[in-house]
């Protein structure tokens, strides 16, 4: 099955700051990475995705990387904010068939942002 | 859109005993998962419907676990003869076919 590794699992920057989390993942099958940010007691949101068809993908602050030969992909944060402390998390899943919502997650990330 | 809702929050039983957590997906939303997380870790899969069919279960899901979703809407997740191990966060999540999962806040069950 997939594994997912996750780095680092602690995380620490001042704000205003970047802040990389890189994953790598195991199966060549996989196909579809998204990222998702738990708040304490609170469930995983979504805060984006990619597809291995594209290498690369941003939204406002936040991008993502993907590198299927190498199969790692990674999380960008830049211009970090106090509100951005959560745990990070990665995912894969191969979509085909019926499989598509089961993703394999990472450990997490612990990213914490100093004012 | 009123997100996944799950019952209860929070759940503390003795071992042995029997629970039932109940998920209310996005109503239009026609697949619905459930995960576990343990503290520290990442969501686990352990099984997903597709309507009322479940069509996945993880090996993680012993024979003590069901999941029903009887009408193809709300899902419910039974542990029976509840041991310590099973003390975790249960979440559910939902999506539309070949979209992305949106998860509830979950139940934190604690076996004591």
């Known amino acids: 099955g997939e594994n997912v590794e996750q780095h680092p699992s602690t995380l620490s920057v001042q704000e205003g700051d970047s802040a990389v989390i890189k994953c790598t993942y195991s199966?060549?099958?996989?196909?579809?990475f998204p990222w998702y940010k738990q708040e304490l007691g609170k469930g995983p949101q979504l805060i984006i995705d990619?597809?291995?068809?594209?290498g690369e993908k941003k939204d406002q602050r936040i991008a993502v990387t993907l590198n299927k030969t190498a199969k790692h992909f990674s999380l960008h944060i830049t211009e970090t904010q106090p509100e951005d402390s959560a745990v990070y998390f990665c995912?894969?899943?191969?979509?085909?068939?019926?499989?598509?919502?089961?993703?394999?997650f990472g450990q997490g990330t612990i990213l914490t942002v100093h004012p | 859109d009123t997100g996944v809702s799950q019952d209860p929050r929070h759940k503390i039983t003795k071992r042995g005993q029997n629970v039932t957590f109940r998920c209310d997906p996005i109503?239009?939303?026609?697949?619905l998962y459930w995960y576990r997380q343990t503290l520290g870790q990442g969501p686990e899969f352990l099984t997903y419907?597709?309507?009322?069919?479940?069509?996945?279960k993880s090996r993680l899901l012993s024979d003590r676990f069901s999941a029903e979703r009887p009408k193809g809407s709300f899902s419910t997740l039974e542990i029976q003869r509840t041991e310590q191990g099973d003390s975790a966060m249960y979440l559910c999540?939902?999506?539309?076919?070949?979209?992305?999962?949106?998860f509830g806040n979950g139940t934190r069950l604690t076996v004591t």
């Open positions: 999540a939902s999506s539309p076919p070949g979209r992305p999962l949106h």
């Open positions: 199966d060549s099958a996989s196909n579809y």
């Open positions: 990619i597809r291995s068809n594209v």
């Open positions: 995912a894969a899943s191969d979509t085909g068939g019926t499989s598509y919502g089961k993703l394999t």
């Open positions: 109503s239009e939303h026609n697949r």
């Open positions: 419907f597709q309507n009322e069919a479940q069509l996945e």
